[in-house]
Structure formats: C-alpha cells, structure tokens
C-alpha cells in the first residue's frame, strides 16, 4: 500500500480553493476510483491520466487506484486537475519521490500524449495559493498569467515528461522569458477596449455638449447614463467614446479585473494585466445568463462582470427582454452578482457604470417631420418606454435627452469640442480629490458612498439641498433618488475644484435627474 498527496485549486466564482489530491494504491483488481464530487469532465480524468502517463514513457500502477479530493463537500468542475492527479499516482507509484511534491501547486489539463494544456482561471488559482506553496507548475501557455501574482515561482512545461524530470531532480522545463509587467506595456495591455483600438475621441460628438458634459460626469464619479434620442443623434458614439476619458486601473483594481477575464477563458494565451477600464456592449438578444453570468455546468460571469470597474453600454435599451434587464437592479445596487446552485453558489464582483441608449419611440422618427413623422400613438410610445422599468431607471443617475444634429450645429460646434485627453485630465483631477476624501473608506468613487454615509459624513453646504427637499415633496424624486444627486452634486464639486457642493451643484443634478438638464 502507498500514499500520495499533493494540491491543486478549485474555482467557486472568481476565489479559488485549495484542493488536496491524494492518491491510494492498494491491492485489488485493477480500478481507478475518483472520489470527492467530480463533475463529468473529472470523472473523465481516469482515461484521460493513464493514457497520458503511459504515452510519457511512464508505467500505469496495475493495482487498486483511488483518487481523492478534499473537502469531499466542495463540488470540482473542469480539467484543472490532471496534472496533480497524475503526480500524486505515480508519487504513490515511487515513480517520483513524494518528497518533491511538497509546496508544490499544479493547475492543467492532460492531453493523451502527455501534453500539458492550458484552463481558464489560473490566475485566482495562483492567487489562492499564495499562502503556503512557494512554486506553481502550469502549461506553458498559462505561464504569462500565472506569472502576475508576485513572490510566487511559477513553472510552466509543455508536457508531463518534463514535469517528472523536474521532480526526479533534473532541470526545470525550459520556457522563453517572461514580459515584465511594468517595462512592457504593451504586451500587458493587449486586451484594449474597442474606444482604443480605432482611436476613437470624444471631440467626434459634435452638437452634443450637454451630452458630453454627462459623460465627463459619469466618467468622474462612476455613475451610470441614459441616453434618449433619435438614430443618428450619437448615442453609440458616446458611449463607445466614453472609455477614452477613464483612468487607468491601479494593480489591485487591474487584478481583479484580470481574475474575471480569466475565469471567463477570455484572456488571450500570453497576455498580461487588464489596465484598461473594460468595455462590454452585448447584443440585445442576449439571454439572462450572458448578461448576469451563470450556465448549466461551470457558472460563467456575464457581461455585467466582464464589465466590473469599467462600461456596460446596453445599445437599444427596450429592445432586451425585460426580465434581463430588471436582472441588473441587484447589482447595480451591491456591485456584485451572486449566482446560486444546489452545491454552490458563486459570487462574482459587478461594479460597473450602465450607460443606456435608447430610441424614443418604435419607429425612431419623433423629432422628424412632414412625411419622416413619427406615427407611432402616444399609447405606443408609452409601451416602448415603459420596457425600461421604474426601479431600473430609477438606479439611473443621469439621464440626457438628444436632440437630432444638423451640419450647422457641427461646424458650430467644432471649436468648443474638446478632446478625450483633455477631459480625461479632468477626470483624472476629480478622482483624485475623490480619492482624498475618501482615502480611509472602503469606496473608490462617489457612485460607491452609500447613502448613510453621505448624510453624515459628506453633507453638502448649509442650505444647498432645499431644491432637493421641494422636489422630494412633490413626489419628482424618490429617496434612492436624492442619494444619486448628492452624489453627482459631490462628482461636479469635485471636477470644479470645490470643498462641498453648493446650490449650484444639487441643482444641475436634479436637473441631470430628471432628464431636463
């Protein structure tokens, strides 16, 4: 009889979970039993392992073989655990000395010639082994990736031959080196938004200023955008530009962001750091799943946490399902989605700034006349808009209405027009007296600062919130709404260099409230 442990990593949500495999080789007809809640994809390990090991050179035990996972309790989903059950078999085998395996962590698949292949989520599985295990070994194509979590040894191999050569006391696997995350940015910044790749800047919105002015806002304080008008009017066009004025993420907001896209498989082989303030449109006829995350199998983030500390543009607003869209109330709200199982239930983070576009009737001719006249009845109308339900526009900061461009107002508007690095700047600005005032709290942004917290702790001046207080009393704001506008109040103080916000400051966000600014 011989026994044999070594670790791999679970992934429940985007937080990984240390895994002990052990490996049990005793007398008996030859079997191999894999315990501990495996899904299908584990379960087909078994082959999966021995064709491996024996297409490696290496001897299969013929005895009684188990396999177990611990805690026994956590479901185990994916490949990610071939290369520590192999190593931990013929550890028990005296193949490799068991001694070798010891603050070692492996995370990646087996083909059946032995090569190693490379899974999603490496990175929150590195970052779960942080504590306790000095070397991580991953398929070579991980290496990038897993190579971000600092004072951990990552080793990476291109087949499980040169995994047992390793252990056995020979050379490690050789791989070419790896970028240095800070001298090459742009091998780390390779998954840029669609507003960098075309070069796309703000001064192309011409004839909009107020609507430029929105995003600048929205930019700065982190809250959300609504966007009403006819086509052509540049709703697509701002809110595709609306990246270009964001700053660009810090390490640890940068890692978590990574840790999304590479639980999602979308991080290309080799890429680094996600610095970049992501940037997710989906098509309308997405499904719940695709926008909040979730699957029948492994639970996937949707595009609201693809999005997190980035845009979440929703072009065509009332064209979603409903359903979909009052999906997003949760997480507008606590900034995460929680997608629960029967086994378990994930939690992914969701902090992201909602911009809506949205036609002002079926037709999109309201603004038009004579024969390119709007036919849809008033009743129509209301249907349409009505798609966008209260609570959820509720949740809705700012709200602009566009009005259709003409060539006069784009030459006119030429030489007010200001650049995406320009306003960038000044968001940058803001943010930073943001990030002053709220330098020993939990929150990034004003968008963030709950509502209790702003009544105490981050009143506006004396006598600024009576506008507030009549609009309340006629019913024109609700009680989330009053939080939202001293929170755009304390985004315009910000961006005018101000301590607090005055009456000027509350007024212009009930205005941007309402949608009559």
């Known amino acids: 009889m011989a026994l044999a442990r070594t670790y791999s990593v679970a992934l429940v949500g985007v937080h990984g979970h240390l895994i002990e495999v052990e490996a049990d080789i005793a007398s008996g007809l030859p079997a191999t039993i894999l315990v501990g809640l495996p899904d299908t994809a584990l379960r087909e390990a078994r082959d999966r392992i021995r064709a491996a090991i024996v297409n490696s050179g290496e001897t299969w035990p013929n005895s009684k073989i188990t396999v177990g996972l611990s805690p026994a309790t956590l479901p185990k989903r994916g490949s990610g655990f071939d290369v520590a059950i192999a190593v931990a ?20 698949e087996l083909g059946l010639d032995g090569r190693l292949r490379p899974v999603p989520g490496v990175l929150p599985a590195v970052l779960a082994a942080e504590d306790g295990f000095d070397t991580v070994v991953v398929a070579a194509p991980n290496v990038a990736e897993a190579a971000l979590v600092p004072g951990v040894r990552v080793v990476g191999a291109s087949n499980l031959t040169e995994v047992i050569i390793w252990l056995r006391g020979g050379p490690p696997p050789a791989l070419p080196p790896l970028p240095d995350p800070h001298r090459d940015p742009p091998q780390n910044q390779q998954r840029q938004p669609l507003a960098m790749a075309r070069k796309l800047d ?87 799943a695709a926008i909040v995350g979730g699957g029948s199998g492994v639970v996937r983030p949707g595009a609201a946490s693809l999005a ?23 997480p507008l709200e606590s900034g995460q989605v929680v997608i629960a199982r029967s086994g378990a239930q994930a939690v992914f983070p969701a902090r992201f700034t909602l911009v809506l576009a949205s036609n002002p009737c079926p037709c999109a001719k309201a603004n038009g006349t004579g024969k390119a006249a709007c036919s849809c009845s008033p009743a129509a109308r209301r249907r349409y808009l009505a798609r966008l339900s209260g609570p ?58 709950p509502g209790t917290a702003l009544r105490r702790a981050y009143p506006p001046k004396p006598g600024s919130l009576a506008s507030l207080d009549h609009a309340m009393e006629f019913g024109q704001v609700s009680a989330r709404g009053a939080d939202k506008i001293i929170r755009v109040a304390w985004t315009l103080a910000d961006l005018a260099d101000q301590a607090q916000p005055g009456p000027d400051q509350v007024n212009l966000a009930i205005a941007l409230w309402l949608g009559v600014a």
């Open 308 to 330: 997190h500390l980035g845009i979440l543009f929703l072009d065509e607003a009332p064209e979603f399902h409903r359903d979909v869209l009052d999906a997003l109330r949760q």
């Open 202 to 288: 703000l001064a192309e919105v011409l004839g909009q200023s107020e609507a430029r002015l929105a995003a600048e806002i929205c930019a700065a304080g982190g809250h959300n955008l609504s966007l009403l008008g006819p086509p052509g009017a540049g709703k697509t066009m701002l809110a595709e530009r609306l990246p270009t004025i964001l700053p660009a993420l810090d390490t640890a907001a940068a890692l978590e962001v990574t840790s999304i896209h590479s639980v999602a498989g979308q991080l290309p082989a080799g890429s680094g750091l996600v610095t970049v303030p992501p940037f997710c449109a989906p098509h309308h006829t997405s499904s719940m």
């Open 392 to 449: 959820l526009l509720d949740r809705v900061d700012v709200k602009v209405r566009l009005q259709p461009v003409s060539r006069r107002d784009m030459l006119y508007d030429r030489k007010f027009a200001e650049s995406s690095a320009v306003v960038a700047q000044r968001v940058a600005a803001a943010r930073e007296r943001c990030a002053a005032r709220l330098a020993d709290t939990p929150w990034r942004v004003n968008a963030e600062v």
């Open 89 to 108: 078999v013929l550890a028990a085998a005296e193949a490799v000395p068991p001694s070798a395996l010891a603050g070692k962590l492996f995370v990646a």
